[in-house]
């Protein structure tokens, strides 16, 4: 059974950036939503960017759009996401997740809700201060 292992995250100013990257340890040509969901202190976990592996738009949060870029490194069968301009609100608990849809209708879209979410990184943490 695959892990997803994270890297990046850390600690910058406002207006920052930042890199996370989240790969599945497994090899599969099977496709996922996979994507990152944070949790801020005393708050509930969120998804904020999430795209298919098999393609199509990815997800943004409203509090991320612009700001915040996903995308897929299929040969390293990872994703990876450029936070920009980084904000304090940002601060939060960052969470690589991911699940294998068993069908895929047309015009499908990955879930947000962690619970549909199988398997999930060891967390990383990403600080913003002001």
């Known amino acids: 059974q695959g892990k997803l292992v994270e890297s990046g995250g850390g600690s910058v100013q406002a207006g920052g950036s930042l890199k996370l990257s989240c790969a599945y340890s497994t090899v599969t040509t099977r496709r996922a939503c996979m994507g990152w969901f944070r949790q801020p202190p005393g708050k509930e976990r969120e998804g904020i960017a999430i795209?298919?592996?098999?393609?199509?738009?990815?997800f943004y949060d409203d509090s991320v759009k612009g700001r915040f870029t996903i995308s897929q490194d299929s040969d390293k069968n990872a994703i990876i996401t450029e936070m920009n301009s980084l904000k304090a609100e940002d601060t939060a608990m960052y969470y690589c997740a991911t699940y294998f849809p068993v069908t895929w209708p047309r015009g499908a879209r990955c879930s947000t809700q962690p619970s549909d979410y199988v398997y999930w990184g060891q967390g990383t943490q990403v600080t913003v201060s002001s």
């Open positions: 795209l298919f592996t098999g393609g199509g738009d990815p």
